[in-house]
């Protein structure tokens, strides 16, 4: 089964935090030293982050928030009145970085007063969706060998849980060195 991983957060005057799941453990390694930095400069106390493996029966705050200014604007808007810890600053600062995480912030809060047109924030704001498509496609794809391997050797059965095409997962399994029509006798 597909390994995945959580970064729990752990500030001394509030209870831990996971946040997750992420299918590159770089990815979350990068995430905990950036958010665990960031904290401990926001609160002046040490605030320690660190990797776990992700257990789907834990509540995780997603770390990929949306960077787009009208939709990560209406997330602000929704967690204005919550107690969230890590807030969504902090989680979009680990996710993008400081310096693009208070640019995206100030457009999607109305404080930017830069020359971007529309066009060029919905511009923007595709390249994003378009870059996190091609990630999920590479995340289903190698869930799909994962399935395969856990013994569901039904090339239907992986289509219809990784809404991949048919095509695209012989193609993913062959390429992986998997012979699906040797062990899939109904495909």
């Known amino acids: 089964m597909l390994r995945t991983y959580a970064v729990l957060v752990t500030p001394q005057d509030r209870p831990p935090a ?5 299918i590159a453990k770089t990815n ?10 960031f904290e401990s400069r926001r609160t002046a ?7 776990v493996v992700a257990h789907p029966s834990h509540e995780h705050l997603d770390p990929r928030l949306p960077t787009d ?19 969504l600053y902090s989680r979009l600062t680990a996710q993008l ?17 830069g020359e971007d047109s529309g066009r060029e924030q919905l511009l923007a704001s595709a390249e994003d969706w378009r870059t996190q498509r091609l990630g999920a496609a590479r995340a289903l794809k190698s869930i799909a060998v994962e399935l395969w391997n856990d013994g569901m050797e039904n090339v239907q059965d992986i289509r219809r849980a990784t809404g991949l095409s048919r095509t695209t997962v012989y193609e993913v399994l062959r390429a992986s060195g998997i012979d699906p029509a040797a062990r899939d006798g109904g495909q």
């Open 18 to 22: 996971l946040i997750g799941p992420f």
């Open 97 to 113: 970085g400081g310096d693009v995480a208070a640019e995206v912030w100030s457009r999607a809060t109305g404080w930017d007063a």
């Open 28 to 37: 979350a390694e990068r995430y905990a030293e950036r958010i665990g930095a």
């Open 45 to 51: 106390s040490k605030v320690d982050a660190f990797v």
């Open 69 to 87: 200014p009208w939709t990560l604007g209406q997330l602000i808007d929704e967690e204005e009145d919550q107690d969230v810890f890590p807030d």
